[in-house]
Structure formats: structure tokens, C-alpha cells
């Protein structure tokens, strides 16, 4: 159990922690509240700039270097993809010149990482923005209360512009 009753984070984050939760078992100890607007960024597929890319059945059977495991996987089993992953964590762009990986599957805001390391940007595999998370034991009437407040303030500052 964690010490926090409210959280913001990225959404393919929370949905990364809560896939790798469920596939072990274990249960899910939070819930999204809402979708925030700002934040946003695309998990994708890349590969070599000049590779010629026809499409998804290109993967099949390739080792794909990504710090999104369980995103993955999902993906590829609902496009019937057989592939490798290869679990790195940092800069994942630079895998593929390196000979570790034939892809990657990392975060994209602009591309300018992918470009910068030789790289283009072919299947968009999930979209995320930053979310409110809350634990999911039940919360305080003075904190729900609380919490209702600043989301309704939040919806009202954003909703306005």
C-alpha cells in the first residue's frame, strides 16, 4: 500500500504498472479519476530511417528494445505479431544501431529522438496523457471532499479557455 491518497501521472505509465500487476497476479491498487490536458505524448514503433516499412507483419519474429514490456505485448497480440521484446530501460534509441535490437518501441512527443538517431516513427501503438490517480481504498469525507473540489476547479479553469 502506498503513503499517497492522489497521484498525477502519465497514463502509459499506469497502464504499463497496472498490465505487469495483473500478469502476476496481483491486484490493482488505484483508479484513474480523470484524464488531465497536458501530458500527451504516443508510444510507437520505430526502425531504421531508411528501412522500408510495409507494415505490423514486418515485426513478426523481430526484437523490438522497448521500456513498455506489457504495452507491447498487448498490442502485438492483438495484431497476431509474433516478436521479441527486449527489456531496456533509458535511451532505447540507441539499440538498434547498436545491433541489440531491429526496433523500438519508445515514447514520442516530436520525433526529434528518433530523427537524431537515425530512426522513423511507423506504428503509433498507444496515445497517453497525464492522468489523476487515486489509491483505491476509499478516501476520508474531508479528503473526497477535497478532491471533488480541486477537480471541479480544474474542469472549470480548463473548460473556461
Known amino acids: 500500500m502506498g503513503v499517497a491518497d ?11 504498472e497496472e498490465l505487469g500487476r495483473l500478469a502476476a497476479g496481483e491486484t490493482v491498487a ?13 508510444l510507437s514503433l520505430a526502425v531504421d530511417r531508411d528501412y522500408q516499412y510495409n507494415g505490423i507483419w514486418d515485426f513478426a519474429n523481430a526484437r523490438i528494445a522497448t521500456s513498455y514490456p506489457n504495452l507491447l505485448k498487448r498490442y502485438m497480440k492483438e495484431q497476431g505479431v509474433p516478436f521479441k521484446s527486449t527489456l531496456l530501460n533509458g535511451s532505447v534509441e540507441v539499440d ?27 506504428e503509433v501503438i498507444y496515445r497517453s496523457k497525464a492522468c489523476l490517480i487515486q489509491r483505491a481504498e476509499p478516501l476520508s469525507a474531508d479528503k473526497r471532499c477535497a478532491t471533488s473540489r480541486r477537480i471541479q476547479i480544474h474542469h472549470a479553469t480548463h473548460t473556461e479557455k
Do not use: H, T, W
Not at 492522489?6 to 504499463?16: A, P, Q, T
Not at 538498434?96 to 526496433?103: I, R, Y
Open 96 to 122: 538498434p544501431s547498436a545491433g541489440l535490437a531491429d526496433a523500438i518501441c519508445d515514447l514520442v512527443s516530436s520525433g526529434a529522438m528518433l530523427e537524431a538517431n537515425g530512426l522513423k516513427e511507423v
Open 6 to 16: 492522489l497521484g498525477i501521472i502519465g497514463e502509459n505509465v499506469l497502464e504499463e
Open 30 to 42: 488505484y483508479k484513474m479519476l480523470r484524464q488531465l490536458d497536458f501530458g500527451g505524448c504516443r
